[in-house]
């Protein structure tokens, strides 16, 4: 059965955050820039398209979480950092592996389960890792990352450098106790740590409505001492400027800062969840805003982008996505010796 509107989940409230933000974008763009926040959204949708077919091929094995309408979060946050930063990733965290630098061709390989991939085909899709980007990886346990990356900013800290760690979590993982004991702890040492909530409003199924009294989930940041700003996800270049902001404070020894982006999933938790609990008129108003389209009109209208220039970014992108595939599938699989050799290393 469909799902009609949650009573609670109106429209209203779903949209409250976007006039706000609207508002508040303060900075100029090269065009340069916003075809940098362009090229890695639309390079994320890509990815996660191309991979549910992958999927649907029988190529991918387990759960594929896709991050199709949450781009411009990865994006825009992973745009403010610099490179010798870290970020924790989440089981959905193919977009924040493609905006921290991550290759397509690992990435593919590594969710085909190919020795070439991130992790040599251990991780698969929810357990990618690029050390070398500063991704210290993803985690298949909701809310598992979280104490991960305070750990990064404790090593900063101790380290006495102007580093930032990144934290990227989801609605669900905030009702966890994990949440509440890292972010005390990262606030009474005064941790270099963002907390970045991606709030899709959906713990798999459960609405947030249902699972939080407050469903404003940066105000219980609040009750630790912690700034908190709220942002639309879905705003690549609000997203980036609320974390600029977030990561001064951190690098001043001001930290930690918790930023709430609120946006809506296109589908169900995994690929194979066909959200029939996700009311209609709130999956319309978020595909209309869909991150790809505002990260377009932005190329267009500040930064003098044709049409035609556009295009040629998408083709780009398509192509080497088709590249990425290609190598991933020509690459061999783990072998089981190589495999019980590690076993008995460890």
């Not at 390079?43 to 991918?60: A, D, K, N, V």
Request: hydrophobic share 35%.
């Amino acid at each position: 059965m469909v799902a009609e509107s949650h009573p609670q989940a109106t429209l209203e409230a779903a949209t409250q955050l976007v006039t706000i933000d609207r508002k508040l974008l303060t900075m100029k763009y090269s065009r340069e820039f916003l075809e940098q926040l362009y090229r890695t959204i639309y390079t994320i949708r890509i990815f996660e398209i191309e991979c549910i077919r992958l999927y649907r091929q029988g190529l991918i094995i387990g759960y594929f979480h896709p991050y199709l309408g949450e781009e411009a979060i990865a994006t825009g946050v992973c745009a403010a950092l610099r490179k010798d930063d870290y970020i924790v990733s989440t089981h959905r965290g193919h977009g924040h592996c493609i905006a921290r630098g991550g290759e397509l061709k690992k990435m593919v390989a590594e969710v085909l389960g190919r020795e070439a991939g991130y992790c040599r085909g251990r991780g698969g899709s929810m357990h990618i890792a690029d050390i070398d980007t500063g991704n210290i990886g993803a985690n298949g346990i909701v809310g598992g990352g979280i104490p991960i990356g305070v750990g990064a900013g404790l090593g900063i800290h101790v380290r006495g450098s102007d580093q930032v760690s990144v934290i990227f979590f989801s609605d669900g993982a905030c009702n966890n106790g994990v949440f509440a004991e890292s972010l005390n702890l990262a606030a009474i040492w005064d941790l270099p740590v963002v907390f970045v909530l991606e709030n899709n409003q959906y713990a798999v199924s459960s609405a947030i409505e249902d699972m939080s009294r407050i469903p404003e989930l940066h105000k219980r940041a609040e009750g630790y001492g912690v700034p908190a700003y709220p942002v639309d996800g879905n705003d690549v270049l609000a997203v980036y400027e609320k974390t600029i902001k977030a990561t001064e404070l951190c690098r001043k020894g001001e930290g930690p800062v918790m930023i709430e982006a609120k946006t809506y999933r296109h589908g169900g938790h995994h690929v194979n969840d066909p959200g029939l609990y996700m009311p209609k008129d709130r999956i319309q108003y978020y595909k209309d805003r869909d991150p790809v389209k505002l990260a377009q009109e932005y190329l267009i209208e500040q930064g003098g982008c044709t049409e035609e220039e556009i295009e040629t970014i998408k083709q780009q992108v398509q192509r080497a996505m088709e590249e990425a595939v290609e190598y991933a599938k020509n690459c061999s699989e783990p072998s089981v010796e190589a495999f019980l050799e590690e076993v008995k290393q460890n």
